[in-house]
């Protein structure tokens, strides 16, 4: 919106380029979209760029400056381990796929199986595959992104009303005679970052999907509305109650999953009860030598971070990370007084964590322990047992 600004009114482009730049600051997601998305704009607008090209090379050039301090963090171990997790590369399927097709061929060596069955083809179909997936119907408008964490049940990242008015939006884009390429480009950029990783369709990494669609939807519903009006008088009355109801059904619907049933549902991504659990410890901390808290969920030592107000500085002196695992995943495993680990043998947890206070699920500790309190989610879910081994 500032570049469009910039360029139609002849104005600075500088607020555009710092905004761009702050962006990448955000999200992994956006260091991808970004600079696809500015590539669009500069071919969109290269007349304008042709005319100032002086004031669009400051403006990049102050970008440049910003950008010194991303690129330092990105160059260390931090960035490297980051896109080491994610990649669509860190999944051994693609590889495994490629050994099964030659070994399909009479000679798994030969040329013909080297040309058509290699990495290079492999992951790029993967690739294509994960980028279409976004624009899946179910993706978009049924039961949505498979990480539950990432959804709300039963729906997707666009309401069902939203099919009619993007077919309207897209019908009538077509017919326009300019002024869609940069959305419609977008559009098409927005999901591939998602794509470059192996867990796909992915609604967080393909955020910024949600702006290109809404633009396409709500241009649709204008015209709508538009030809609506052009109506007998009753036709008109009853076309925008109907929108109104429909747009209103599916909104209360979607507020209703999300506040009634989604913690239900979804408990084990919800990760309620944190909060409380990290006020008991801490208040009682100082009678055990350690605090063992299962790794049940996820990667628990980040929130108790958070809630315990723990130092930064003193996190990142003592702090180590663990090896890769088969995904490129790190994590922490202690800090201080605390130890995250799996409860695989209960038995074998409260010989190894003697004197400690033992955090763990009801399906990981046994009965007849000294259970000294239990913690519930607002959804009626026991998220955690606490032993005083």
């Known amino acids: 919106w500032l570049f469009i600004r910039a360029v139609n009114k002849k104005k600075s482009l500088i607020p555009a380029s710092l905004f761009m730049i702050l962006s990448l600051y955000t999200y992994h997601a956006a260091r991808i979209v970004v600079p696809l998305l500015g590539l669009g704009l500069l071919v969109s607008y290269k007349e304008s760029l042709r005319r100032n090209f002086k004031d669009y090379l400051f403006a990049g050039f102050i970008g440049l400056i910003l950008l010194i301090p991303l690129v330092k963090d990105l160059a260390g171990p931090a960035g490297d381990s980051r896109v080491a997790g994610v990649v669509l590369f860190a999944d051994p399927g693609p590889v495994n796929r490629v050994n099964e097709q030659r070994g399909e061929h009479g000679d798994f060596s030969g040329l013909e199986a080297k040309i058509l069955h290699n990495k290079p083809v492999n992951y790029g179909l993967a690739f294509l595959e994960n980028w279409s997936e976004h624009f899946w119907g179910e993706f978009l408008f049924l039961p949505g992104d498979e990480i539950q964490r990432n959804k709300v049940p039963e729906t997707g990242q666009m309401f069902l009303v939203d099919i009619l008015f993007i077919f309207v939006g897209l019908i009538a884009i077509a017919k326009a005679s300019q002024g869609w390429g940069i959305v419609l480009w977008w559009l098409a950029i927005a999901p591939v970052a998602a794509a470059l990783t192996?867990?796909?369709?992915?609604?967080?990494?393909?955020?910024?999907?949600?702006?290109?669609?809404?633009?396409?939807?709500?241009?649709?519903?204008?015209?709508?509305?538009?030809?609506l009006r052009r109506q007998k008088k009753y036709l008109w009355v009853i076309g925008n109650l109907t929108l109104v109801i429909l747009i209103a059904l599916f909104f209360l619907r979607?507020?209703?999953?999300?506040?009634?049933?989604?913690?239900?549902?979804?408990?084990?991504s919800s990760q309620y009860g944190v909060k409380e659990l990290v006020n008991y410890v801490e208040e009682n901390e100082h009678k055990y030598n350690q605090i063992m808290v299962t790794d049940r969920y996820d990667q628990p030592y980040i929130l108790f971070l958070f809630?315990?107000?723990?130092?930064?500085?003193?996190?990142?002196?003592?702090?180590?990370?663990?090896?890769?695992?088969?995904?490129?995943?790190?994590?922490?495993?202690?800090?201080?007084?605390?130890?995250?680990?799996?409860?695989?043998?209960w038995d074998r947890t409260r010989e190894e964590f003697r004197d400690a206070l033992i955090v763990g699920t009801d399906e990981e500790i046994f009965e007849g322990t000294n259970i000294i309190k239990e913690i519930f989610g607002s959804n009626g879910y026991k998220y955690f047992q606490i032993v005083a081994n």
């Open 307 to 345: 809630y315990l107000k723990y130092r930064p500085q003193d996190f990142q002196k003592e702090h180590l990370l663990t090896p890769r695992d088969m995904f490129g995943f790190s994590t922490v495993r202690d800090f201080d007084k605390y130890v995250f680990t799996s409860i695989t043998n």
């Open 198 to 227: 192996f867990q796909s369709p992915h609604a967080l990494r393909a955020h910024n999907m949600i702006v290109p669609f809404t633009i396409i939807s709500a241009f649709g519903l204008v015209t709508i509305l538009e030809w």
């Open 254 to 268: 979607y507020e209703h999953m999300y506040w009634v049933h989604m913690a239900k549902e979804y408990p084990f």
